[in-house]
């Protein structure tokens, strides 16, 4: 189910080398250096051949597997899901993969969207019934930029008409306020829905090296892998050395980031016990082999 792509596999520096942190430091986002450096030092690893999806896994495709095996994502069966208001983050009633926004929020003009409100669970459910696998963290960031690195999956130039990103409904942000206006007027008009957008829209020119698209933007897509600092003697933000060893690493950022926050090599953490966000989705991964 879904259109894969091969990638070859190889030795490739994962990670973000220090150029780029400096780069960060002094670029028009909101972010401390100490956020981002969990993504070094950069190391060398290896990974085999695998296929992995193009796309997201849409809500359309979520939905057969809903119909086929009649499962249930954890936001349902615990009545509420987690949206961020013109206030914040809350826990809204009736809100899951098919009502994103709370209910009379979905439908079927958003089949071909990236499904969001899926656990780490739920994702894996999914994998196993369309007989796939999560990628790990190395295949996701390697199938994002090939074993060079690049900032971006097209390239290290930001273009925003390649991404689905804050900035492309905002304009260029440089500052959280300026992002919470902007989503506070989003949300009065429209309500605290996903900006989503059909997946592929942007591939003309937001692919990555082996043809994968919305792996900057759309939606954060979860890996296999646990959550665990690159070298034991790097220093990290507090908030995030909380998630090693508790949390499995999340990848790509989504619709609500700056460009920042949606490189190649940028790394979020989530919680799978449960925990999901009507900005993070997922693509599967197979052994090539399959």
Request: contains cysteine; aromatic residues 14%.
């Amino acid at each position: 189910m879904g259109e894969m792509r091969r990638v070859p596999g190889g030795m490739f520096r994962q990670g973000t080398p220090e150029w780029v942190l400096d780069w960060l430091d002094d670029a028009d986002q909101p972010l401390p250096r100490l956020w981002f450096a969990d993504e070094t030092p950069q190391f060398s690893t290896v990974v085999a051949p695998f296929r992995i999806d193009r796309f997201p896994v849409t809500v359309g495709e979520y939905a057969r597997f809903v119909r086929d095996t009649g499962y249930r994502t954890e936001a349902e069966r615990r009545g509420f899901g987690l949206v961020y208001t013109e206030h914040g983050w809350v826990e809204r009633d009736g809100v899951s993969w098919n009502a994103p926004g709370g209910p009379g929020t979905g439908g079927t003009e958003f089949d071909d969207h990236p499904v969001v409100h899926v656990s780490f669970t739920d994702a894996q459910e999914f994998a196993a019934w369309c007989d796939k696998r999560l990628p790990t963290e190395a295949e996701w960031e390697f199938a994002a930029r090939g074993p060079d690195f690049r900032i971006w999956p097209w390239g290290d130039e930001w273009d925003p008409g390649a991404a689905n990103t804050a900035e492309l409904h905002a304009g260029p942000l440089t500052s959280l306020a300026a992002w919470q206006q902007w989503w506070r007027v989003e949300c009065a008009r429209h309500g605290p829905v996903p900006r989503t957008s059909p997946v592929g829209a942007f591939s003309e020119r937001g692919d990555s090296p082996f043809g994968c698209a919305d792996m900057a933007g759309n939606v954060y897509e979860w890996t296999s892998t646990s959550s665990r600092l690159y070298a034991d003697t790097v220093r990290c933000d507090p908030t995030v050395a909380m998630a090693m060893g508790r949390y499995r690493v999340i990848r790509g950022g989504s619709w609500m980031n700056f460009r920042y926050q949606v490189r190649c090599s940028e790394r979020m953490h989530g919680d799978p016990g449960g925990w999901s966000s009507f900005a993070h989705g997922f693509r599967c991964a197979a052994d090539l082999q399959r």
